[in-house]
């Protein structure tokens, strides 16, 4: 778990604003991943990348953008267009082997809009 | 797309006991089944996982069965102890879906 760093741990924003949530991995993994945590819910999957220059959408990717412009980096913005950003974020990575798809958690990034 | 259903939401135990969380998927072609625990406020850790191709998996005093047929599986954690208290979460397939999570308790 030590390969994947997320930050910051917390993130305070005014509402209207656009913020930038970082993940860095350097476990040379091909595969990145976004969730959202809520109180009470499981892991919700906003996007993911299975390989440089290409993501696709979660299940709850609307207000969110992310881009792959290096293996090592997967940067979440978090959008106006979010109507309830305040959440748990966490990134994780992943080499998908034949379905087996063992997930490799960062620490996360608490984000409160005030 | 897959859906995972995660049961109960919150377990409390006495130290000791064995606690039993379970989970049922909807994809008959998930081929890959991990669960992991997370305490308060760190990041989900693996704790173990299971193959299609296997029926039950054991390592120390966690155990994970599944049925394919009735495409459920479950968690076992035996002589449970204060540090097992976290949520627990299982997930299916290659791109993971999770469940909602379960609170496990263990009381002194």
């Known amino acids: 778990d030590g390969g994947i760093t997320q930050s910051p741990k917390y993130l305070f924003r005014k509402e209207g604003q656009n913020v930038t949530l970082s993940c860095e991995q350097n476990l040379n993994h091909d595969a990145m991943y976004w969730y959202r945590q809520d109180p009470g819910q499981g892991l919700r999957l906003i996007y993911y990348?299975?390989?440089?220059?290409?993501?696709q959408k979660g299940d709850i990717a609307e207000g969110y953008s992310v881009s792959r412009e290096k293996k090592e980096s997967f940067p979440l913005t978090v959008t106006s267009a979010q109507k309830n950003p305040t959440a748990f974020y966490l990134c994780a990575s992943s080499i998908p082997q034949a379905g087996v798809n063992e997930q490799f958690f960062g620490p996360g990034t608490r984000l409160t809009v005030l | 797309g897959e859906n995972v259903e995660q049961h109960p939401s919150t377990l409390s135990v006495q130290e000791g006991d064995s606690a039993v969380i379970k989970c049922t998927y909807s994809?008959?072609?998930?081929?890959?089944f991990p669960w992991y625990k997370q305490e308060l406020g760190k990041r989900p850790q693996l704790i173990i996982d299971?193959?299609?191709?296997?029926g039950e998996k054991k390592d120390q005093r966690i155990a994970v069965t599944l049925n394919k047929t009735a495409k459920h599986f479950s968690l076992h954690i035996t002589e449970t102890q204060p540090e097992d208290s976290a949520v627990y979460f299982c997930a299916a397939a290659g791109k993971l879906t999770f469940g909602q999570g379960t609170i496990l308790t263990v009381h002194p």
């Open positions: 299971i193959r299609s191709n296997v």
């Open positions: 990348s299975q390989i440089v220059n290409d993501f």
């Open positions: 994809d008959s072609a998930s081929n890959y």
